[in-house]
C-alpha cells in the first residue's frame, strides 16, 4: 500500500491529536498544515514534520502531492473548508458535526458526489474496534433483538462566554458538539428516527446554546433510544443496549471505550462475558486508516460510515434543535 499524503486545515487541540495518531500509521505522513496564523501553522508543521505550511486555509488546495485533507476548524466553517477542497479534487475527511445544518451538509454530499471526490464524516467512534465489535454482537444474534439503547456524554465547564462551548457564532453548545455521539449509537443501531417520534428537551446559558439536551427516538416495533449531553455536569460517559435475550454495556468512556461487558439471560441467571479491545493513542488512527483503505480501493465514501448515514443524523440534530427551538 502506498504512503499517504495528509493535510490538515485547523490547528486546534483535535488537529493534534489527530497529528499524534498519524504517526501511528506506517502508510501515513502529515505533508501539510494551515491554519489562520501562519505562524501558527509553521509551528504545528515543524513539531510534526510536515514540508508545508500555509496562514490561510484556501492555500491548502494548492499544496503539491496532497492526497486528502481532514477538517477541523470549527463548526460553522466545516461547510465553507470542506467545498473548497472538494472542489479543488480534493478527498475530505471533516471533522463533526459535519455541518451546522441539514442545507450544509446536502450541498457538501452535493458537491462530493458531482466531482466524484471522497468524503466522509470524521465519526471516530464508529471505528474504535470495541464499538465495531457491538455491530457484530448484534447481527450475530447475541443480545437478541435490540430494544433500547441508552447512552449520555456530560461534563462539567465553567461558564465562559469566549470558550467555543459557549459561543453561539462558532456552533456551540452541548448537542453538537457531545449530544452527537448518543444520536450516532442511536442511529447506528436503529436508523434514522421519524421527525413526529423525537421528543426532546434542553437548558440554555446566557449565550443561547444548550447547555444540556435530552432526547428520545421512538422506533417501530416498540423500540427506543434515549440519549442525553451536558456541559453542566460530569455523567459516566456509558452507553448501553438492551435485547431480548440479554445486554451489551460499553464502559466509559463509551465513545471510544476499550471494553464491553455481553450480560445474556438464561432462566433467571447472567452470564456475563468481559470483552477487552485495548488500543494504543488517542483512537483517531482507526478512522484514518479506514480513509486510506477505501482511497486505495478508488472509492468514492465509505461503506461503514455512508454519505446518507450522515445526512441522516445532521437532520436528526436538526430535528433535534428544533424541538428544543435552538437556532443558529
Known amino acids: 500500500m502506498r ?60 499544496c503539491p502531492d496532497l492526497d486528502i485533507v481532514y477538517v477541523a476548524t470549527p463548526h460553522v466553517l466545516h461547510c465553507e473548508n470542506t467545498l473548497f477542497c472538494l472542489e479543488h ?63 449520555d456524554f456530560g461534563f462539567r465547564m465553567p461558564f465562559d462566554p469566549s470558550h467555543r462551548i459557549f459561543n453561539k457564532a462558532l456552533g456551540g453548545g452541548s448537542l453538537l458538539d457531545i449530544g452527537i455521539y448518543p444520536a450516532l449509537l442511536s442511529l447506528l443501531t436503529f436508523g434514522k428516527p421519524d421527525a413526529k ?49 440479554g445486554t451489551i454495556y460499553l464502559h466509559p468512556r463509551w465513545h471510544h471505550t476499550e471494553r464491553l461487558t455481553v450480560s445474556r439471560y438464561e432462566g433467571r441467571g447472567e452470564i456475563k462475558h468481559d470483552l477487552q479491545f485495548p488500543y494504543e493513542g488517542w ?22 460510515l455512508p454519505l446518507d448515514l450522515t445526512l441522516n443524523l445532521v437532520e436528526t440534530l436538526d430535528d433535534i434543535r428544533a424541538k428544543v427551538g435552538l437556532e443558529y
Request: with cysteine; proline share 3%; glycine share 6%.
Open 3 to 62: 504512503t499517504y499524503n495528509w493535510g490538515i486545515i485547523g490547528a486546534s487541540k483535535i488537529a493534534r491529536k489527530f497529528a499524534d495518531d498519524l504517526k501511528r500509521l506506517s502508510n501515513a505522513r502529515l505533508h501539510a498544515v494551515a491554519s489562520t496564523s501562519a505562524d501558527r501553522a509553521a509551528a504545528f508543521a515543524a513539531e510534526y514534520g510536515a514540508a508545508h505550511s500555509f496562514g490561510r486555509y484556501e492555500d491548502m488546495v494548492h
Open 89 to 151: 479534487g480534493i478527498p475530505v475527511l471533516c471533522e463533526k458535526p459535519f455541518a451546522m445544518n441539514s442545507a450544509e451538509a446536502h450541498r457538501m454530499v452535493a458537491a462530493a458526489r458531482k466531482n466524484r471526490v471522497f468524503l466522509m464524516e470524521a465519526l471516530w467512534t464508529r471505528f474504535i474496534p470495541a464499538v465495531s465489535q457491538v455491530f457484530e454482537l448484534i447481527e450475530a444474534g447475541e443480545i437478541g433483538m435490540v430494544h433500547t439503547v441508552k447512552s
Open 197 to 245: 417520534d423525537i421528543l426532546a428537551a434542553a437548558t440554555f446559558t446566557q449565550t443561547g446554546v444548550d447547555e444540556s439536551c435530552a432526547f428520545s427516538f421512538r422506533y417501530p416495533g416498540n423500540r427506543l433510544a434515549i440519549g442525553h449531553s451536558t456541559v453542566a455536569a460530569t455523567t459516566p460517559v456509558e452507553a448501553w443496549l438492551f435485547g431480548t435475550e
Open 283 to 304: 483512537g483517531y488512527a482507526f478512522e484514518a486508516a479506514h480513509v486510506m483503505q477505501c482511497l486505495e480501493n478508488e472509492m468514492l465514501e465509505s461503506d461503514k
